[in-house]
C-alpha cells in the first residue's frame, strides 16, 4: 500500500514562494505527480517526476528524491489565482495513482 | 474535443435507489478510474479499467460496480444508495503509454447527496 503526508494548510503572501512537501511509503514507485485542485473544480495535471532531481515549468518546480522517499512542489512569484489545493500522488508499479489529502494554499494580498 | 465528461452534475438521490454516474472520455485513453473525494481524505481510487472489457477494484470498491463495454464509456453504478456514499465523484483516463504518458486526466465531477 501507499502512505503519502503532506501538510493540511499552508499561508503566503503574493508574490512570496511557497514550497509544499510530501512524503511517502510505497509498495512500488512508477513516479510522482502534483496536481492543482481549485475549489469546487476537477484536479488539473501540474507536474510529474520519475527521475531524482529538480523540473521546472515556469513559475512551478518539483523535486524527487526517491531514496528519501520525498518531493516537493516550489510555486514561485505567488498570484492570488494559486489559492487552491495541490495534491502529491504516487504511481504504483500496477499503475494505480494514491493521492495524498491535499494542501490548501491560501494567497494573502 | 471535450475531454472527459460525466453526468450528472450534481443529484439528490434518497437511499436505497439505485444511480448509475456517466463517463464519456474522447481522447481514446486506454485506461479509465473512478474517485471518491472526502474532505479530509483526499482522492480515494473505486475501480479502475485498463482497457475496454476489464476492470478491477481500487480501495474502496464496496457498494460500487463498474463496466467497460468500450472504449469511451466507464459508468459507475450504485446499486442501493447509503449515506456513507455522498460524496463527489471524479471520473478519470490515462493512455498507459509508460515514459511519463501515464497522466490522469479527470472529469469535472459528480457531486452526490445521499439522504
Known amino acids: 500500500g501507499q502512505n503519502i503526508d503532506q501538510p493540511t494548510e499552508m499561508t503566503a503572501t503574493e508574490g512570496a514562494i511557497v514550497q509544499i512537501n510530501c512524503t511517502y511509503q510505497?509498495?512500488?514507485?512508477?513516479?510522482l505527480f502534483w496536481y492543482q485542485q481549485h475549489a469546487g473544480e476537477a484536479p488539473t495535471f501540474l507536474s510529474y517526476?520519475?527521475?531524482?532531481g529538480l523540473e521546472e515549468k515556469g513559475r512551478f518546480s518539483s523535486f524527487l528524491s526517491r531514496s528519501k522517499g520525498y518531493s516537493y512542489l516550489l510555486l514561485k512569484e505567488l498570484q492570488m489565482k494559486d489559492s487552491a489545493s495541490y495534491l502529491c500522488a504516487v504511481l504504483s508499479n500496477d499503475y494505480k495513482l494514491s493521492f495524498g489529502a491535499g494542501t490548501t494554499v491560501t494567497v494573502r494580498a | 474535443i471535450a475531454g472527459i465528461t460525466q453526468a450528472p452534475t450534481s443529484q439528490i438521490l434518497a437511499a436505497g435507489r439505485r444511480m448509475t454516474l456517466r463517463c464519456t472520455q474522447d481522447?481514446?485513453?486506454?485506461?479509465m478510474y473512478w474517485y471518491r473525494q472526502d474532505l479530509g481524505l483526499g482522492l480515494r481510487l473505486i475501480h479502475y479499467s485498463n482497457t475496454a472489457g476489464t476492470t478491477g477494484k481500487g480501495e474502496v470498491p464496496d457498494g460500487y460496480s463498474v463496466s467497460r463495454a468500450n472504449t469511451d464509456d466507464f459508468p459507475l453504478t450504485l446499486a442501493s444508495a447509503v449515506p456513507s456514499q455522498t460524496s463527489v465523484y471524479f471520473c478519470?483516463?490515462?493512455?498507459?503509454?509508460?515514459?511519463?504518458?501515464?497522466?490522469?486526466?479527470f472529469g469535472p465531477g459528480t457531486r452526490l447527496t445521499v439522504l
Open positions: 510505497t509498495s512500488g514507485f512508477n513516479g
Open positions: 517526476n520519475v527521475l531524482d
Open positions: 478519470a483516463s490515462s493512455d498507459l503509454a509508460g515514459a511519463g504518458r501515464d497522466t490522469q486526466y
Open positions: 481522447m481514446r485513453h486506454n485506461a
